[in-house]
């Protein structure tokens, strides 16, 4: 069993930045950030293997947000710069625990879950 805390979000404006946190209780394979916007479903932000440091992007956060990670601490971490309102979400952190849990990219395919931060950019 693997617990994953979170911590970081809030509210900023347009333009601002923010950092996110998840630190796990053990070694994982894989993790990831997912957002979920109210009435929307959790889609994937970002992921990163913790051995080799590959990373996985969305589309719509790439260039702006970089995901990283520190072995040492088991924690990886989500730097969001350039934040606009679409941004607007629950972040949730997550892990995969070996290879072959399949796609970084589908939430299913995820073995444990943070608890959620909220992420709130005005306009």
């Known amino acids: 069993q693997v617990q994953l805390v979170q911590s970081g979000g809030g509210l900023v404006q347009a333009g601002d930045s923010l950092r996110l946190s998840c630190a796990a209780s053990?070694?994982?394979?894989?993790m990831g950030w997912f957002r979920q916007a109210p009435g929307k479903e959790r889609d994937f932000v970002a992921a990163?293997?913790?051995?080799?440091?590959?990373?996985y992007y969305a589309d719509s956060v790439k260039g702006r947000f970089t995901i990283s990670r520190d072995n040492a601490k088991n924690t990886v971490y989500l730097q969001m710069n350039s934040l606009n309102p679409e941004d607007t979400a629950v972040y949730y952190c997550a892990a995969q625990m070996t290879s072959y849990s399949g796609s970084a990219y589908y939430r299913g395919n995820y073995d444990y879950w943070g608890q959620g931060t909220q992420v709130t950019v005005s306009s």
């Open positions: 053990g070694r994982t394979f894989l």
């Open positions: 990163i293997t913790l051995s080799s440091g590959y990373t």
